[in-house]
């Protein structure tokens, strides 16, 4: 289609009274021609408002929604916060209950270690005797052990 036949084709209205153009109108000529195009308008506007009003109300439908889901999200955040506040002082807690068994257990290992020392040593006939120097002056360690446990046994049968 060229320029000319498009301008010639091409009909605007005004209040439902053509400009430019040709003498005839789309749907016929006359006034019920002009009538029918503004029916045909209204009905094409009513249909519009009416679509928009159902777009809207599901517009709003859809915000409520999300704003229920904003809700829900925002709760499930403070129940995480609560909970991620709640592991870590319970990591706190097991980490010092795990100091603690640690230090129970290095404890028990020592009384253990004393306790089977002491049984060990009660089924053995030697006496221990602490307190007595690693090297003495007299030169011989027997000579001056037995020297010591003569005078402690010497002390004793005089008390019997």
Same mark, same amino acid.
């Given at each position: 289609? @060229?320029?000319?036949?498009?301008?010639?084709?091409?009909?605007?209205?005004?209040?439902?009274?053509?400009? @430019?153009?040709?003498?005839?109108?789309?749907? @016929? !000529?006359?006034?019920?021609?002009?009538?029918?195009?503004?029916?045909? *308008?209204?009905?094409?506007?009513?249909?519009?408002?009416?679509?928009?009003?159902?777009?809207?109300?599901?517009?709003?439908? /859809?915000?409520?929604?999300?704003?229920?889901?904003?809700?829900?999200?925002?709760?499930?955040?403070?129940?995480?916060?609560?909970?991620?506040?709640?592991?870590? !002082?319970?990591?706190?807690?097991? =980490?010092?209950?795990?100091?603690?068994?640690?230090?129970?257990?290095?404890?028990?290992?020592?009384?253990? =270690?004393? =306790?089977?020392?002491?049984? *060990?040593?009660?089924?053995?006939?030697?006496?221990?005797?602490? @307190?007595?120097?690693?090297?003495?002056?007299?030169? +011989?360690?027997? !000579?001056? /052990?037995?020297?010591?446990?003569?005078?402690?046994?010497? +002390?004793?049968?005089?008390?019997?």
């Amino acid at each position: 289609m @060229g320029k000319s036949e498009q301008r010639q084709s091409k009909l605007t209205f005004d209040g439902g009274k053509k400009r @430019g153009g040709s003498s005839s109108s789309l749907l @016929g !000529d006359g006034p019920a021609a002009e009538g029918g195009l503004d029916a045909s *308008v209204r009905a094409m506007f009513l249909d519009l408002k009416n679509s928009l009003a159902g777009i809207n109300a599901k517009l709003y439908y /859809v915000t409520e929604q999300l704003d229920r889901i904003k809700a829900r999200v925002d709760d499930q955040n403070t129940r995480f916060d609560h909970l991620e506040s709640r592991t870590s !002082d319970l990591k706190d807690q097991h =980490n010092d209950e795990r100091e603690k068994l640690l230090q129970m257990e290095r404890k028990l290992d020592i009384i253990h =270690n004393k =306790n089977e020392d002491l049984e *060990v040593r009660s089924h053995r006939n030697n006496i221990r005797i602490i @307190g007595l120097p690693e090297s003495t002056d007299m030169g +011989c360690m027997e !000579d001056f /052990v037995e020297g010591i446990l003569k005078s402690i046994f010497a +002390c004793y049968k005089r008390l019997i």
